[in-house]
């Protein structure tokens, strides 16, 4: 029996297939009961949720259900890092293996998927040949980090060639002479699809810019400007389109350029998506509110000032960082503290960060932050250079 976790976009017609084939096949969505109780009695676990948060909280629900010898297939797009942390989770008596897929909800549904498997893929092979053809790529994590390698062109380029489009129109070229052009390059068939977004959502634009943090590490200078055009789409309204929405947000921002651009670098952990970790406005950076938080939104160093005090600041630092700026361009820093007693070990840790002549400074005692465990919460100003 396979149970088979998500039923989003590619998560229905992927389980359909299997169906079809003969597999008896148990589905789960939220809302439709426990998680535990799905995966009672499966051979083989599939997941194809969100991200890697959505993937641990439902493999953590899972466990209680999960038998010796079953095999979970974690078929979403998370990163090798967050496939690590799967391993540790499972216990020992239940295999992993990690499987994303490359194609959209067409492929899914006629098996034409390539499917990127990592680990050992004996007691699952011939299910996953049922999504399309299957590349064994070697140890747990390979499949994973390969989906991310290939998303970190894919997608960036796809940002490049919306910039393309826009740069074309502003000059008075039409987008069907560009794509003209274009098609005979090795660009032709994606610029095909950037030339004519597509109305129904295939891989949704909120994706793609989670795909592309995923391999925006420190370093990066293409999938970084690539993540922040697809965020700053995603923050008017985009996320749900296909990503070829690109091209009608980049089109959009040519013709009426935002005042506001939002900045959320991978290097830090992600907010939960209800605000924006810091906002550009021309020569300025708002930063909003740091608390100590780490990837999976758990307070760093809870009771302890000065650990929670050198996990802001090192992330504000890669936040100025991302942005060519540094502790010496801070105008104006906000500190809200749970103790004012604790204002002496949280200055020992912002004096190894600011140094020099002091920015204009705020500092205020609240009774309580937005999660339990926090003692200080940091707002920025800053000047880019």
């Known amino acids: 029996m396979i149970a088979f976790l998500g039923q989003g976009r590619m998560g229905v017609p992927m389980a359909r297939r299997l169906q079809a084939a003969g597999h008896q ?3 789960w969505k939220r809302g439709l009961g426990p998680v535990a109780a799905a995966v009672e009695g499966a051979d083989l676990v599939i997941t194809m949720l969100r991200d890697g948060p959505a993937v641990e909280e439902v493999l953590t629900g899972a466990l209680e259900g999960l038998r010796p010898g079953t095999t979970v297939v974690e078929m979403s797009t998370i990163g090798p890092d967050a496939v690590r942390r799967l391993r540790d989770l499972l216990p020992p008596s239940v295999a992993l293996v990690d499987a994303p897929v490359l194609g959209s909800v067409g492929p899914a549904a006629d098996g ?3 499917v990127l498997a990592g680990g050992d893929v004996s007691a699952c092979r011939t299910v996953l040949a049922e999504f399309g053809t299957v590349l064994e790529l070697g140890p747990l994590g390979a499949g994973a980090a390969m989906k991310v390698a ?3 062109a894919l997608v960036p380029a796809q940002v490049l060639l919306a910039e393309t489009f826009a740069y074309g129109e502003a000059h008075g070229v039409t987008r069907e002479a560009l794509a003209q052009v274009l098609s005979g390059t090795p660009l032709g068939a994606l610029a095909a699809r950037i030339a004519a977004p597509a109305q129904e959502t295939r891989y949704a634009l909120g994706l793609a810019a ?3 943090r995923l391999g925006a590490w420190e370093g990066t ?6 993540q922040a055009r697809l965020e700053a789409a995603e923050a008017a309204g985009h996320g749900e389109r296909d990503v070829t ?3 009608t947000h980049v089109a959009t921002e040519v013709a009426a350029p935002s005042r506001a651009v939002p900045v959320n670098p991978g290097s830090v952990p992600a907010t939960n998506g209800f605000y924006s970790h810091a906002v550009r406005v021309g020569g300025m950076l708002y930063v909003s509110g740091q608390a100590a938080f780490d990837e999976r939104g758990q307070v760093v160093g809870e009771g302890d000032m000065a650990a929670q005090a050198e996990a802001v600041f090192q992330n504000i630092g890669k936040i100025l960082a991302d942005q060519g700026a540094g502790f010496e361009d801070i105008a104006f820093i906000r500190t809200y503290l749970t103790d004012m007693e604790q204002r002496f070990a949280y200055g020992q840790v912002r ?3 600011i140094t020099g002549t002091p920015p204009a400074s705020t500092t205020v005692e609240v009774s309580k932050l937005f999660m339990p465990g926090l003692l200080l919460e940091i707002d920025l100003i800053v000047a880019l250079p």
């Open 221 to 226: 200078t293409m999938a970084r400007a690539a």
């Open 25 to 27: 096949v148990t589905v």
């Open 112 to 114: 034409t998927l390539t």
């Open 245 to 247: 929405a690109i091209a």
């Open 210 to 212: 989670k795909d592309v």
């Open 351 to 353: 004096r190894k960060y």
């Open 150 to 152: 290939v998303m970190g």
